[in-house]
């Protein structure tokens, strides 16, 4: 028994962490699994495994003393007070609190992968080779036969294109923003390694035109980019680089200001033309953001609480138009503005956004410092950072469980690679 709770502590939880994120490509429901199971196993070791191992969990107390903890606790603190303007506080208070489990668990994770390097190494080993496979699977199921996917996903082999699209979505995505830390490790690992660092963002392209998703392609793009702002941002002094840092927010949050101007007005009797070029930002997003930004204002202190922006008045309307085929039985607001900034300055104010700015800075800050103590990993979470945000500002809902435990696990290994190991050839 105790060599089997051994096996469980040391290499069954690496396996679960490193296939956490790759795992999407059965589905978003699969990366909930692994975190579920691994947050029980950290649970549950002071009962079941050797007394030493509860230290993960008092350990993990000092991921909780950094300055993106404090603004985080700021920004929950926002959100907490929202639920008292929410048409659905159950629902805003479940948000509220299993996102907090999350980062808890995340913070495990860190301590865990902290103590013991061996199984650092096995989890990054067991991700190269499960995105290997996950590649290679949705190459397969988008360019020869849709029905690979089908069967994996439990949906048959008979399932169209369209449906192995939709089924790929947000594998695709994960696959862009994993690029960084699968470039880094394979580099470091030489050899034939080496071919998959270089290989690997052109097979993910490849991946992102086939499942019909090419804004993916920005997010792979961000994410190399970020890799090289690392290195700029690594040779560059604390005052340079917290300028550096400063003047690229301010020219993110100038071009997202400078299309928000060009939005079309909401609400309008109908909806034909529109001054930003439907190739830059699609028909229906543009009325989607132009929709939060009047409930926005309608709301700019207090927020409307959060995960309740589908629920605001005419969201499920149908929006009128003239012959955009792209606006047949479209609705304001499907299911979230589509945009982590709009969605959150909804849901939680304007104080609740600035606490959540605050914290998204703190932690590139922290990213830096370790660029600058030359921490290995510190260049791809530099590069995933930027992937991750960059997809929060076209994709999916900000509060998807999956998206967020993909997130903080993914910077959880990276954060707990310390200065001596994953040596080159390893």
């Known amino acids: 028994m105790k060599s089997l709770l051994n096996f469980w502590w040391l290499t069954a939880i690496p396996i679960f962490i490193g296939a956490l994120g790759p795992s999407t490509v059965a589905g978003p429901s699969y ?75 995340s913070a495990m994770i860190w301590r865990y992968l902290k103590d013991n390097p061996e199984a650092l190494e096995k989890c990054f080993r067991c991700l190269l080779m499960v995105i290997v496979l996950g590649a290679i699977t949705a190459l397969l199921s988008l360019y020869l ?17 369209t449906t192995a699209r939709q089924a790929l979505k947000s594998h695709t995505i994960t696959l862009c923003c994993l690029a960084p830390i699968v470039c880094w490790l394979a580099w470091r690992r030489g050899s034939f390694w080496k071919a998959l660092a270089v290989a690997y963002p052109f097979v993910v392209y490849f991946i992102s035109i086939g499942a019909n998703k090419q804004a993916a392609v920005m997010t792979l793009l961000s994410g190399l980019i970020g890799m090289g702002f690392a290195w700029v941002l690594s040779k560059l002094k604390w005052k340079s680089a917290l300028l550096l840092i400063i003047l690229c927010g301010f020219i993110v949050l100038s071009i997202l200001g400078y299309l928000w101007s060009l939005l079309p007005t909401y609400p309008a009797e109908t909806y034909g033309e529109f001054r ?47 012959n955009y085929k792209f606006l047949v039985n479209a609705e304001y607001l499907p299911s979230h503005p589509h945009n982590f900034i709009l969605e959150v300055w909804l849901e939680t104010g304007v104080f609740g956004i600035i606490a959540l700015f605050t914290a998204v800075g703190t932690l590139l800050w922290a990213i830096y410092k370790r660029l600058r103590e030359g921490y290995p990993g510190a260049i791809a979470a530099t590069g995933v950072y930027a992937a991750f945000w960059n997809a929060n500002l076209y994709n999916f809902s900000f509060w998807s469980s999956w998206w967020l435990i993909f997130f903080f696990s993914t910077l959880a290994m990276l954060f707990a690679t310390p200065l001596s190991s994953i040596r080159k050839g390893r």
Do not use: M
């Not at 549950?44 to 909780?64: E, H, K, N, Q, T």
């Not at 036969?145 to 294109?161: F, S, V």
């Open 31 to 105: 990366a909930i699994a692994c975190f579920g199971v691994i947050t029980v196993s950290f649970l549950s070791a002071p009962f079941l495994y050797d007394r030493d191992c509860g230290a993960v969990l008092r350990g993990s107390i000092d991921a909780w003393k950094s300055p993106t903890a404090l603004a985080l606790a700021v920004f929950f603190a926002v959100a907490l007070l929202g639920l008292a303007v929410s048409s659905d506080p159950a629902r805003s208070a479940g948000v509220w609190f299993r996102t907090i489990l999350y980062l808890a668990a």
């Open 145 to 161: 036969w849709p029905g690979l996917i089908g069967i994996i996903t439990l949906q048959g082999p008979d399932i169209p294109i």
């Open 276 to 322: 930003l070029p439907l190739s830059v930002l699609d028909a229906h997003r543009q009325i989607i953001w132009a929709y939060t930004l009047f409930h926005i204002l309608e709301n700019f202190w207090t927020g409307i609480g959060l995960d309740v922006s589908n629920f605001l008045p005419n969201a499920k309307d149908l929006i009128p138009h003239d």
